[in-house]
């Protein structure tokens, strides 16, 4: 399986501002994707990064909000833009190498917003 | 109706015991299915993926029900390190690389 590398592992962040949190995957891999957790809640998919297009958005998530990059198979950035308080959470980058279905996760960012 | 459902628990289990939880899915179009396991303020990791003739891993037994639709992880002769939430999970299409998550079984294994 890939290991994933993503920072920063946690911020404080005023509201208003944007935080970009960045993944690097030690292996080219098929897909990329970034996820938010709530405190004791699932996994919830924001997005998946396509390399060298646009990241393909799950419901209630929008590119404005959340613009993602991948430029190259092994990273990718996610940007979390003019936060909010409901913007803390944990997010979470996964990886999935090509014929594997094992999803390997970066450590979490852990992010709050006052 | 959730996609995955699973008990949040908590568990609570003596060290040494065997314990079993559930995670019932309602499309039966799923293809996929694995255990993750999360520690507290830590990231998922894969447990092991169930497969339809079931599979062991060490003291870890997965088995999948597909006219039931559900999958079971059966923890034998309980640590104290099996204390973490478990995470079912699910795929929809071989091609669909996207995972359906539940939300966890809190596990508690006491001394």
């Known amino acids: 399986s890939a290991v994933i590398s993503q920072k920063p592992s946690r911020d404080i962040c005023q509201r208003g501002t944007s935080l970009t949190i960045q993944c690097q995957v030690d292996?080219?891999?098929?897909?990329m994707f970034w996820y938010r957790q709530q405190p004791g809640q699932s996994l919830t998919l924001i997005a998946t990064?396509?390399?060298?297009?646009?990241?393909?958005?799950e419901s209630g998530f929008v590119i404005d909000k959340f613009p993602i990059s991948r430029p190259n198979l092994t990273f990718s950035t996610l940007t979390v833009s003019n936060m909010s308080p409901e913007d803390s959470s944990i997010y979470l980058c996964s990886a999935i190498l090509q014929g594997d279905y094992g999803y390997t996760f970066g450590s979490g960012t852990r992010l709050t917003v006052v | 109706r959730k996609e995955v459902e699973q008990d949040p628990g908590p568990f609570n289990v003596p060290e040494g015991a065997t314990v079993a939880f559930n995670c019932t899915y309602s499309?039966?179009?799923?293809?996929?299915f694995f255990w993750y396991r999360q520690d507290c303020r830590k990231e998922p990791k894969l447990l092991m993926s169930?497969?339809?003739?079931?599979n062991e891993d060490g003291r870890f037994t997965a088995q999948l029900n597909r006219a039931s639709q559900y999958i079971s992880l059966l923890i034998r002769d309980s640590k104290l390190s099996d204390s973490a939430t478990y995470l079912c999970?699910?795929?929809?299409?071989?091609?669909?690389?996207?995972?359906?998550w539940g939300a966890g079984t809190k596990l508690i294994i006491k001394p």
């Open positions: 999970v699910v795929t929809l299409r071989r091609s669909n690389y996207q995972l359906i």
């Open positions: 292996s080219q891999v098929t897909m």
């Open positions: 499309n039966s179009a799923s293809q996929s």
């Open positions: 990064a396509n390399q060298g297009s646009e990241a393909t958005y």
């Open positions: 169930v497969y339809s003739s079931g």
